[in-house]
């Protein structure tokens, strides 16, 4: 049970200490959970929570979690039992460059153009690599088989084999999807169908609002103050902790300890706190069911038996790191 605490806390210190980076959850519902490049464990996914290369993100059923790259540029939104792995995410003033393995489940994606900067947005999966500069578009995977769908745009898909070469390359354009089979050498666009519209298709009417409202919100400056009131939650989870367990220190290492005594002496005074009430009015969508997501988290770790990465996560992602890895691009014209 001490075990079961001090991860609460843990996951409590390390969203509330991360600085705004290249990909933070916008979102989370349901049973979402990360798997940090430097841990060992699963934890539960948070609002807020940065995320780095090689972090794995998987969704349970009726899981979903939002993720925004480069402060409101892009959106992923990952449906349902999806397993995620963000391989790579290279930036520099002028390049902007996000590699991801989408082991099985399904993603929706907003990747915005931005002036002045170059990006490369590459999805691979079990048979195919789909390499977008800027588009809307749905991606799915399953083992021997993968779905594309796009819904503005313009995505570069070339199939795979089950050693990883490159097959046949092939385009698809708004309102068009392809199904690649693994091993698959021809394959063609079609208009989308009912099904592909009934997986990705509210989902991406959601995420294109969203990142339109993220981005209002910074521009106003209003954001920030959104995370703040987040923020001050997790204050007053943290305080709650710690009241009802005298003990606590006992079973934080050094390094918690600091960030526990950083959070405590930095704590709000009561005109800022009134000030983020302000803003919990104004925007109570956004904040007030951050309560709810925080106690739902605290019962899924308690919950949680299996604190590793699911076997067939380290099945298919073996089997596709056994893999070449091709780097395709759209077609030059």
Known sequence: MKIIKTLMLVVLLTAFAAAEGKAVFSDV???????KVKDTELTTADVDMELADGDIVITKKGGKAEIIFDESNSMITLLENTQLVLTKMERTPKQQNTFLELISGGIVNIINKV???????????PTAVAAV???QFGAEAFEKESNFGVFEGEVVVTGIDASGESLAETSITQDNECRIVQNQRNYKQEKIKSRMQKVFGEAHRKSLANITLYTKLKQNGDLEKIKAARRLMMLAGLKEYIKKNPEWRKSMTPEQLDKVHFMLKNEKSSDNIQNFKETIKKYPFLIEKYKRIQMERFKRLEGLKERGLPKDFLEKRERMQKQNKPRPGPSKK
């Not at 519902?29 to 798997?35: L, N």
């Not at 002036?115 to 999966?125: L, P």
């Open 29 to 35: 519902e349901g049973d979402v959970f990360v798997k």
């Open 115 to 125: 002036s002045g900067i170059t990006k490369k947005f590459e999805v691979k999966t």
């Open 133 to 135: 500069k800027g588009t």
